[in-house]
Nanobody, 122 residues
Framework: QVQLVESGGGLVQAGGSLILSCAASGIIFSINDMGWYRQAPGKQRELVAAVTGGGSTNYADSVKGRFTISRDNAKNTVFLQMNSLKPEDTGVYYC????????????????WGQGTQVTVSS
């Protein structure tokens, strides 16, 4: 079983910055994609940013140029640097990690963090 622990959310004024981090732990053989999703009140969860094992990144149009996703493979950790925050960035941010465990056999995992609240005031 792979666990994800998120940190870094909080309250910030519009134009401010926050950095989120998510560390994966457990019996991890390899990690493929790592990403951040968010869910605003009354809305569906949406992809914010993702990074593949090869380092390719993908961003929602609404955050391009403002958010940067990165990963530390040695620490099984993914980060989301959020700059120039807007009130519409408010929501619960969830970390998602996909990869493989290997105990007796290789098994795919798709794990979610518990979510961290980001609130941007105008």
């Amino acid at each position: 079983q792979v666990q994800l622990v998120e940190s870094g959310g909080g309250l910030v004024q519009a134009g401010g910055s926050l950095i989120l981090s998510c560390a994966a732990s457990g019996i991890i053989f390899s990690i493929n994609d790592m990403g951040w999703y968010r869910q605003a009140p009354g809305k569906q969860r949406e992809l914010v940013a993702a990074v593949t094992g090869g380092g390719s990144t993908n961003y929602a149009d609404s955050v391009k140029g403002r958010f940067t996703i990165s990963r530390d493979n040695a620490k099984n950790t993914v980060f989301l640097q959020m700059n120039s925050l807007k009130p519409e960035d408010t929501g619960v941010y969830y970390c998602n990690v996909k990869g493989w465990t290997k105990i007796s056999s290789t098994t795919f995992f798709n794990s979610w963090g518990q979510g961290t609240q980001v609130t941007v005031s105008s």
